[in-house]
């Protein structure tokens, strides 16, 4: 079946840090991977995607790259902000595209 | 463009009380889901509808959990009677293609 696992939380950094999420998945065929955000207080919605193996999804100074030898889809950036604070989630939506599968979701916590 | 409405924003019952939920999805969107996602845990799909039918209910607690989305527009997704493993955040989701999903800030339930 599918199945998305990621690192568990929190994860507190300071501003400006490095910063990696890590995201692993189980599915069938060929998915799509997301990583979708959520800060306080809002809905979920899409940081970026890639769809097929080697794609790097980027947005916000944000990249992930579909790894399908490692089945990995690890959430990187280079310098984080207080404003990254948020919660994580990793997911995958099958090839058949008829459900996402989510992570547990990692909260990052970036101090000044 | 307006987002994904979800009322109410929060609620708080006594266990064996009924309870709805009710969204508004983006204008256009034909796909509405209903998450529920339980404290530390990713959203879990309950219910999807395309336009008013149902796709998949697979993981619907059918003998408690009911939703309708009448005229393919608004949904309303009800819980009778609720039990104490029912507190959760209840997402609201709609999207033009399966790929994205726009989803509302959520009713936080507590079942006391």
């Known amino acids: 079946g599918n199945s998305v696992t990621q690192m568990e939380g929190p994860v507190t950094l300071s501003e400006e840090a490095f910063l990696t999420i890590n995201c692993t998945y189980t599915?069938?065929?060929?998915?799509?991977l997301f990583w979708y955000v959520q800060y306080p207080g809002e809905g979920l919605q899409l940081l970026l995607k890639?769809?097929?193996?080697?794609d790097k999804g980027s947005n916000k100074g944000f990249e992930a790259t579909y790894r399908k030898e490692t089945t990995s889809f690890h959430l990187e950036k280079g310098s984080v902000q207080v404003s990254d604070s948020a919660v994580y989630f990793c997911a995958l939506i099958g090839d058949n595209f008829n459900k996402f599968y989510f992570g547990s979701g990692t909260k990052l916590n970036v101090k000044p | 463009e307006a987002g994904v409405a979800q009322s109410p924003r929060y609620k708080i019952i006594e266990k064996r009380q009924s309870v709805a939920f009710w969204c508004n999805p983006i204008s256009g969107h034909a796909t509405l889901y209903w998450y529920q996602q339980i404290l530390g845990q990713g959203p879990k799909l309950l219910i999807q509808f395309q336009n008013n039918g149902v796709v998949d209910d697979s993981q619907l607690p059918k003998d408690r959990f009911s939703a309708e989305r009448l005229k393919g527009v608004d949904s309303t997704l009800k819980i009778q009677p609720a039990k104490l493993e029912d507190s959760a955040v209840y997402l609201c989701?709609?999207?033009?293609?399966?790929?994205?999903?726009?989803f509302g800030s959520g009713t936080q339930l507590s079942v006391l």
């Open positions: 599915a069938t065929g060929y998915p799509s």
């Open positions: 989701a709609s999207s033009l293609t399966q790929e994205k999903l726009f």
């Open positions: 890639a769809t097929k193996a080697d």
